[in-house]
């Protein structure tokens, strides 16, 4: 058996819909322009030029961290960060494809138009 980590074995024994959720996220994002996916050990950078969002798979959901230049005071942030005077890293739960809507949309391209 292979232990080459992939972007799908981040997925194997978990709940189904999270594939779903994750296959949805990145067609949206590729309507912003270029974005690579890069598996590492226990998540899924997504790159522009940059990283500007990553990908963090738990059983039955997975926590979407990207940066902004600006804080963000929603309930669906499940955590803030202060990574500079001008960085924010913000944390998104995702459980099913309806959790990818226009609002977390907006900021995932402000994360994406910030990444040099």
């Known amino acids: 058996m292979s232990s080459e980590i992939t972007v799908n074995s981040h997925f194997t024994d978990k709940a189904p819909q999270l594939k779903a959720a994750y296959d949805r996220l990145l067609s949206e994002l590729r309507k912003f322009g270029d974005v690579r996916e890069a598996a590492k050990q226990t998540s899924i950078h997504l790159e522009k030029n940059s990283g ?11 926590n979407l961290e990207f940066r902004t230049d600006y804080k963000i005071e929603d309930p669906r942030i499940t955590r803030t960060q202060q990574l ?13 494809e309806s959790d990818v809507d226009d609002q977390l949309l907006t900021w995932l391209k402000d994360a994406y138009e910030l990444s040099k």
Do not use: I
Request: charged share 25%; glycine share 4%; aromatic share 12%.
């Open 84 to 96: 500079s005077a001008r960085r924010y890293e913000h944390t998104v739960k995702l459980a099913q």
């Open 52 to 62: 500007f969002a990553g990908v963090h798979p738990r059983k039955s959901h997975f």
